[in-house]
């Protein structure tokens, strides 16, 4: 059974940094491109960013370049993401989820395999 377990969420003020971290477990890991993706009241989900499955290529969203950065560990099964100089439009329900994808994997529905989501607000 995969599972997908992410954590680090919580509340934080405009300006500041959380990291958020996935663990994946039953499953391949190493095989699969991992993404974040992120979810606020009325809007779709979309992507903040992925990584491919070595490390070696990552994609950001425009909103978030230059201030979040993913990665990963192998070894570990998890995936990061570094959210520095957050703002209180990054708000919302962020979950972590696996593709099995080589190449790009911009849409949530070339995801198989989803986290429960955790939450992050920045207050203002």
């Known amino acids: 059974q995969v599972q997908l377990v992410e954590s680090g969420g919580g509340l934080v003020q405009a300006g500041g940094s959380l990291r958020l971290s996935c663990a994946a477990s039953?499953?391949?890991?190493?095989?699969?491109?991992m993404g974040w993706f992120r979810q606020s009241p009325g809007k779709e989900r979309e992507i903040v960013a992925y990584?491919?499955?070595?490390?070696?290529?990552?994609y950001y969203t425009n909103s978030v370049k230059g201030r979040f950065t993913i990665s990963r560990e192998n070894a570990k099964n998890t995936v990061y993401l570094q959210m520095n100089t957050l703002k209180p439009e990054d708000t919302a329900v962020y979950y972590c989820?696996?593709?099995?994808?080589?190449?790009?994997?911009?849409?949530?529905?070339?995801?198989?395999?989803w986290g429960q989501g955790t939450q992050v607000t920045v207050s203002s």
């Open positions: 989820a696996a593709s099995g994808v080589w190449g790009e994997a911009r849409l949530a529905s070339q995801y198989s395999y």
């Open positions: 039953g499953l391949a890991f190493s095989r699969y491109t």
């Open positions: 990584i491919n499955q070595r490390g070696t290529n990552t």
